[in-house]
């Protein structure tokens, strides 16, 4: 069953483009990931959202996904709330909109 994982980010002030442009160079070559965006919203705010064939897929490319994260986490702030710098989700499909 389809799954989505969504991050959100804060970027610490002057890191913007250089946080955007790190994922315009990113290649998540994971089994059973199918695209995913990077979502602007708001003033250094961005949420990213991949989309996946099932949660096996996502699970098993955590460690690839953090390794990405370390390429980029020194351009980020603390979320705060005891999050740390992400403040990632992730679950199967249950309703499609069209």
Known sequence: MTAYNVVRFRTKPGKEKAFVEAHEKIA??????RKGALIKTGEGTFCFVGEWNDMDSLAAARPSMIG???????MLEDLGGN???TDPVSGT??????
Request: proline share 0%; glycine share 10%.
């Open 83 to 85: 999050l740390g710098v």
């Open 68 to 74: 990405l994260l370390d390429t980029f986490r020194d």
């Open 93 to 98: 499909v249950v309703a499609e909109v069209h």
């Open 28 to 33: 998540l070559n994971a089994a059973g990931f």
